[in-house]
């Protein structure tokens, strides 16, 4: 009997994990109905080796796309005609086998390998952190133990600093005074008020008490220059905007009542109010404009249906609309007035005297000749 393709799939799939053949012969025996013995498995197998040996080379790349191939369930057929597109090289059946046992083999070599390296990653890791961990430690000790003091410095401090000639001098007698400051701060502090320019002015102080309240005073916050009141909205305020009703009004109110108009807008809107805009598309027709609409609708343009009946073109239309479907007998009675309305207008324009069109160019030579002969033969008349 012969073997089918799935049949030597299965083969080398259950060799490649390293089956024995007594389970192989039982599973496949199992699996496909077959009555194979271990001797016809193995000599398959062994034909199979064969075969693949004569296989010829193919790179890493061509390799994993033919195993990518196989993992993602493609058949024999898709995976040589995909190869074929990709490489530009003819594969078959045989091949395909050969590239997928030996991947098969090294992928399953590199699981265990990757597991037995696990534990050892693991015990690497935990030895590195708790390494690190003690280093850490030791630093922040070292660093809390050289730890400096770090307030920020005062204005006595920089007045008094400043009084003297050198940083030399100054980190001297200071450092014997002060003991928050050692001496290679208060000179570090010396050399930065010069470099900055703020030592000249230092130098010429004399109280310190008088000074920093003039600082005091110069900080304090100075008010708004922008003209408009920044004060809480009173009742009186409020009264007015809730009778305001447009937008001129609403910026006439804010100049009254020394706002601005941002300011006023986010009080009146936040309060609830809203504009009272004239919307003309909700003012009732009346009979009039009906039939005046009836009769000329067709006649106007869109800017001039506006303008005449003062409201938006879509409202326009469906009331037109709304009135040639109507089925109420005034509105049909005003439709039959409006048709004769039409058709004698329509009469009155017809019976107007049309221009006559201008003559083609082909009439008009063809006049100018018969004209040209007449005039020759009232020469031979003699006339």
């Excluded at 009135?323 to 017809?350: F, Q, W, Y």
């Excluded at 006559?356 to 006049?367: D, I, Q």
Aim: aromatic share 8%; charged share 40%.
């Amino acid at each position: 009997m012969k073997w089918t393709e799935d049949e030597i799939a299965y083969l080398v799939l259950r060799k490649g994990k390293g089956n024995s053949w007594n389970q192989i012969q039982k599973d496949l025996n199992n699996k496909f109905a077959r009555d194979r013995s271990i001797n016809a498995i193995m000599s398959k197998w062994n034909y199979l080796n064969a075969k693949l040996l004569k296989a010829p080379f193919f790179s890493e790349s061509e390799r994993n796309f033919i195993f990518n191939c196989s993992r993602n369930n493609f058949s024999d057929y898709k995976t040589i005609k995909a190869f074929f597109e990709q490489f530009e090289r003819k594969i078959d059946k045989y091949d395909i086998l050969c590239i997928v046992k030996d991947k098969t083999f090294e992928f399953e070599e590199a699981r265990i390998r990757s597991e037995s390296n696990l534990d050892t990653d693991l015990v690497n890791l935990k030895a590195r952190i708790k390494k690190n961990l003690d280093k850490k430690i030791k630093e922040n000790k070292v660093k809390n133990m050289k730890r400096r003091n770090t307030t920020n410095w005062t204005k006595e401090e920089d007045i008094s600093v400043c009084r003297y000639s050198s940083a030399k001098e100054a980190g001297e007698e200071l450092s014997k005074t002060n003991s928050k400051r050692t001496k290679r701060a208060i000179t570090q502090r010396w050399y930065k008020l010069r470099k900055s320019g703020a030592m000249l002015a230092l130098k010429e102080v004399k109280d310190v008490t008088s000074y920093l309240k003039e600082k005091k005073e110069k900080k304090s916050r100075k008010p708004r220059s922008s003209g408009y009141s920044s004060s809480r909205w009173s009742k009186e305020e409020d009264l007015l905007l809730s009778q305001v009703s447009s937008l001129n009004e609403l910026e006439a109110m804010a100049k009254k009542t020394g706002r601005s108009l941002s300011s006023a807008k986010n009080r009146f809107y936040g309060k609830g109010f809203s504009l009272k805009t004239k919307d003309n598309s909700r003012r009732r027709w009346t009979k009039e404009e009906d039939f005046e609409l009836v009769c000329n609708f067709y006649e106007l343009s869109i800017d001039e249906a506006r303008n005449r009946f003062n409201r938006s073109y879509g409202a326009i239309a469906t009331r037109l609309e709304m009135l040639v479907d109507s089925t109420k007998p005034a509105h049909i009675s005003m439709l039959m007035e409006a048709s004769v309305l039409i058709k004698a207008r329509k009469g009155v324009r017809d019976n107007k005297p049309t221009k006559r069109p201008k003559p083609s160019r082909k009439e008009r030579k063809k006049a100018k000749k018969l004209a040209k002969l007449e005039k020759q033969m009232s020469k031979l008349r003699g006339e």
